[in-house]
């Protein structure tokens, strides 16, 4: 086939427009195109609010004034933001390995439970070690609950899709019956477990707010992985699988390796937001532990791009809806699932505006 | 055992299997479609909860069984629309894509409840139960088998619909064709969106009526989330059941199966098993079979691949 | 000629962004012949058939078809005017039956399907008349690649054709059932239908065709009647008489055996066998060539030379060390290279920057990482040296390399390999779609390894690619290597006969060449 290379013919004074224009496309793709799919889906959502006989802005206004209100609610947002930076964190990594982890909801349950297992087990041991402790038992068990689907996925091509969701519906089965179980505080009406022992508490970084420092290690975390990503050899050879396995094989990387490797990195982010909650908010296992972080979380990678330093920012974000659907609620009755649909319009806006021009090319084993 | 498993331990057993089936056959053959045509959507848990929500608001205000049945396959095909939009016309990924849709169902559904009936408290009147004259008394089979409501017996109606659209008409073959061999089907001389669009509403409709028999057919209440991931287990079934209808029925009510074993030996509490164990139960059983069926010949070669022409 | 010819193609071009497919073809058929359309790969064949049955619509151009002009919109309209097209790749749906396929996008999408019963008989007449051994009711997929082929040819004659066009039909035929089918073409001009085959096989040609067109470079550039031509002015028209170019090239006298492959046999994706125990050796300084029609067995060899696909027998050594076996990581840390046929697919990553696509083996290695970090000041530095040596054309080096021209990603690809300094350098399609600059300076870059008594294996499908640098050439057919050849263009019809598998020919010609030599 006759072949007419358009080549071009770079010049000193062009390089520099074609640099600067690089950086604004950049820009414009990292900032504009999200905040729009934000504002798109914030519309919706008024809208939605209108259609059903809200009154969108005062809503609006009477959220953001209470979420920003003082240092306590700030801290509430940042309490929130702790799990929802974690697990976004965790499946940008698995996301960008192509592995579609929809199960961090369960591995969130199965850190929360191997906190509380050990948060109660052992009395005597310092805070020093003890906390450090509980936090590596939920990071490993989420990991570990995750690497089920990842070996499934290797050994039997069984969809991760389908087998993490089953995962967290027996995880969270399995949560509820330890807390009327095996894990149920004797003396206790209700279902939950002993308190963890107080030497298992995260130190609290504001207070008198609840505010632990779980926030300081998702943020270092998000950085880390985000170092791991882009700066690391690792971290490359997950990204090459997840574009393109054919292109992995060549370079002689093993696809099932990596992709049990993303999988279990996603897995211990969604245990130690469970293994936070666990050791930094409630000091105690419930049925119910969480309110979705772990499929709000999914929208938060999306939302980022997949890129770790980028979830920070969007899963802020989604902390801050969340705690201003909390306040609307009590203000303005309105039920706070709103935050639901506004995250499932974002994922379609940031789809619909092309920010998430990541490829998806899956493994064909 | 011997005083738990009697005749009518078994008949109510086999009349709650099929009962508790139902859902899961809408929503399985309903993903058959999709994904013979190639698209994969893992957002029916969203379509089902927009169903159960849809047909119940409906009946509550109008009071029309029929109206409610019309208005859950209306809010399916809506929500199918959007999805086809997004994965076929935008070409996005339909993982993405289905993942959005399961939170649109979920928020909009729980969001609608709460702002016009979680006060209300009231629930609807469910189907009534057809009671054929004469069968319906037999002992044991006509409590197994003729003491259902007409949307259990729908499911029978939809097998055989399914069998005969896709085995037996230019659409339903060409639907086959468009999942593995898209480029054939477009130099035959026929659209592949416009396949891929057909078969995402019938499967996002069948998927409004297996939620609407949640609401309307089995409890008479919507609650958040009500499908509490059927729509993920018929994605399952789909792959056990190799992509046919009639083995889409039968895989389901195997699942109807674990989910009746589950309330009926809940009702035993002789047994000392922990009733979480049981409510697992249909769970596990989906990873099981997933691990079973590592032969996976049948996957229509397309699926989950958007389609660009030329 | 007759003044309304039965099919004329006037001054057709087709333009894909910037890659020129056809440039302006002309092409006449006679109604009732076999017209023979033949070319290199990539001569732009293939893309003429397709505006002709309508799949694609040309940038430029007319087509007249029985003294009408004719406008083809899609394919259908194709049918409907009579003209069929059996494309190279099946489009026979796998999972329907036979008969299901042939009703497919025929009547009213929302009929029933109720006359299965006549098609299945209608099939069975046509398949008698033709002596196509054709089953209505078997499933596709439970058919070999011959018989799939079968169905197709008959479900165009189903829907009824004047006009046939057959895409390489006998690629995926063995010997026997290639003649099959050119003794089916010759009963169906018989039958009064006219035939365009497009074949790079000349032996077929000659043996099948009325006429025939050689097309070059998007053109046609000869069109004879074939009783007037023979096999060596259809190879010399193929290629195209002007010598690409002339690279000086250093005599080196070849040194020690760097690769030895003995008995080698391998399985393709399908598990059907692809290499048939083929043997050679490649030594210091030299460049060995593989010749050969796509799809003979090429691809699969340079997949198990690399560990990426399991060797069913036979070894493979380097440097002495066997290393059939061994992963493809373990291969990457031996002194050995791979540039690989499908660049998108395996040699490149495309999202990624130049920087990350130039570590693609190495990323693990010093000097671009180091405990477990890559060294990003290495890894642009050591870009911005291969950038500027092999003149790539890339505003910087973390451009993603997908917003580089087909000729500079291979220009890189090719630098990253010889980078990385190794003893054997696997070539599998250097120049394919790359523009002559390009293929001038990589073809430079490989004869300098050479020099550096590198040993250097070419596999291509380009004969003026392997003539232009190769110190032998091994023609590969069927999974075996049928011959050796010099890389002399006087021995062209010699190469080209061994492509076709004729080697009774190619003896006979080399034997008559040897004899007036002496």
Sequence with gaps: MANIDSERSPSAGSDI??????????????????????????????????????????????????????????????????????????????????????????????????????????????????????????????????????????????????????????????????????????????PQSARLLREAWMPKILPPTRLHIGILIAIALAIAAYIFLFRSSAGYAVRVVGISPHAARYAGMSVSRNILLAISISGAMAGLAGAFEIAGVTFRLYQNISPGYGFEGIAVALLANNNPVGAIFSGTLFAVLRSGSEIMQINAQVPQVLVSVIQGIVILSVVGFGVYRFRSARPSE | MDDIVTLGFIATTLGATWRLAAPLVYASIGEVFSERAGV??????????????????????????????????????????????????????????????????????????????????????????????????????????????????????????????????????????????????????????????????????????????????????????????????????????????????????????????????????????????????????????????????????????????? | MGATPFLRMENIHKRFGPVIASAGVNLEVEEKEIHALLGENGAGKSVLM????????????????????LRLGSPREAIRHRIGMVHQHFMVVPNLTVAENYVLGHGSPLRVIRDMKQVSTRIRELSHRYGLDVRPDARIHDLSVGEQQRVEILKVLYHGVDLLILDEPTAVLTPQEADRLLALLRDLVADGKTVIFISHKLDEVMRVSDRVSVMRDGKVVFTTRTAETNPRELARMMVGRDVLMDLPRAQTSPGRVVLAVENLSCNNELGLPAVRGVSFEVRQGEIVGVAGVSGNGQSELALALVGLLPAASGSIRLNGEEICGLTSSEINHRPLSHIPEDRHKMGIVLPLPLTENVILQRYDQAPFSSRGMLRFGEITEHTRDLIRRFKVKASHPGEAIQNLSGGNQQKLVVARELARNPDFLLINQLTRGIDIGATELVMQEVLKQKEKGKAILLISTELEELFAICDRILVMFEGQFLGEVPPDRARLEEIGLLMAGNREEAQRLHNRAGAIEA
């Design chain 1, 17 to 190: 427009l074609n640099g600067l224009g690089r950086a604004f496309t950049k820009t414009w793709q990292a900032v504009a195109m999200p905040a729009a799919a934000v504002l798109v889906s914030m519309g919706c959502g008024a809208l939605l609010l209108a259609l059903n006989g809200f009154n969108g802005w005062d809503i609006f206004t009477v959220m953001l004034s209470g979420v920003f209100q003082d240092t306590r609610s700030i801290a509430e947002v940042l309490l929130k933001a702790t799990p929802l930076i974690l697990i976004g964190v965790g499946l940008c990594v698995a996301f960008r390995c192509s592995i579609w982890n929809i199960g961090a909801e369960g591995q969130l349950y199965a850190g929360a439970v191997a906190t509380t297992a050990v948060g109660i087990a052992f009395p005597g041991l310092t805070s020093w070690i003890y906390v450090p402790l509980v936090i590596l038992a939920g990071a490993l068990a989420g990991a570990a609950w995750a690497a089920i689907a990842g070996l499934l996925k290797i050994y039997f091509r069984a969809s991760e899709i389908v087998t993490t969701i089953m995962l967290n519906y027996i995880a969270i089965i399995a949560t509820s019956w330890l807390v009327t179980g095996p894990l149920k505080d004797a003396a206790a009406a209700y």
């Design chain 2, 40 to 310: 994969l959507n893992i957002g029916i848990e969203g379509v089902m909860l927009v169903g159960a929500f849809a047909g119940f608001a409906t009946v509550f205000w109008t009071g029309s069984l029929a109206l409610g049945l019309l208005m859950a396959v209306a809010g399916g095909a809506l929500m199918g629309l959007l999805f086809g939009l997004f994965t076929i016309t935008i070409k996005a990924d339909q993982i993405v894509v289905g993942a959005a849709m399961n939170l649109l169902g979920l928020g909009l559904t729980a969001f609608l409840y709460r702002t016009y009936f979680v006060s209300t408290g009231r629930g609807v009147e469910i189907a009534p139960s057809l009671n054929l004259p004469g069968l319906s008394d037999l002992p044991f089979v006509g409590e197994a088998f003729f003491r259902h409501n007409i949307l259990v017996y729908g499911t029978l109606l939809v097998v055989i619909a399914a069998v005969f659209i896709l085995h037996r008409t230019s659409f339903g073959l060409t639907l086959r064709a468009v999942g593995e061999h898209p480029k054939a089907v477009d130099i035959a001389g026929r659209s592949v969106a416009l396949y891929r669009y057909g078969a995402v509403l019938i499967g996002c409709s069948l998927a409004g009526l297996g939620g609407a028999y949640l609401t309307l057919g089995h409890s008479n209440q919507f609650v958040e989330g009500i499908a509490s991931g059927r729509g993920f287990i018929a994605l399952a079934v789909v792959v056990f059941a190799r992509w046919s209808p009639i083995g889409a029925f039968f895989v389901s009510l195997l699942f109807g199966l674990f989910y009746a074993l589950q309330l009926q030996l809940q009702a035993q509490p002789a047994l000392h098993i922990p009733y979480q164990a049981l409510q697992a139960l249909p769970y596990v059983m989906t990873i099981a079979a997933l691990i079973l069926v590592r032969n996976r010949v049948d996957t229509p070669s397309m699926l989950g691949v958007p389609y660009r022409k030329g």
């Design chain 3, 50 to 69: 397709n505006i002709l049955c309508g799949v694609l619509s040309p940038t430029e151009g007319q087509i007249v078809f029985k003294g009408s002009p």
